[in-house]
């Protein structure tokens, strides 16, 4: 298994079209914490998922994990 990386994680915010997304790409605590939980999501689970789905799904939820994620903009919650 190999070890993601906070440079794979930036690729994968750069290319996404959301508000949150150029303010994680600074973060390197919150590029880690993705890359940690994707590895850790792929061994603890088994179930597939590509790192840009994976990533996408926390930029969706950002306002439940925490004011470290979601501080930077104002999240329409409809």
């Not at 790409?25 to 914490?33: A, E, G, L, P, S």
């Not at 998922?49 to 104002?74: K, P």
């Amino acid at each position: 298994m190999s070890i993601t990386t906070i440079q794979e994680i930036s690729e994968a915010l750069t290319g996404m079209d959301h508000p949150l997304a150029p303010i994680w790409c600074q973060n390197d605590i919150i590029k880690k914490n993705k890359a940690i939980s994707f590895d850790y999501w792929l061994e603890d689970t088994g179930i597939p998922i590509t790192l840009m789905d994976f990533v996408e799904q926390y930029l969706a939820h950002a306002e439940y994990l925490g004011e470290m994620f979601s501080s930077g903009i104002e999240l329409d919650n409809g």
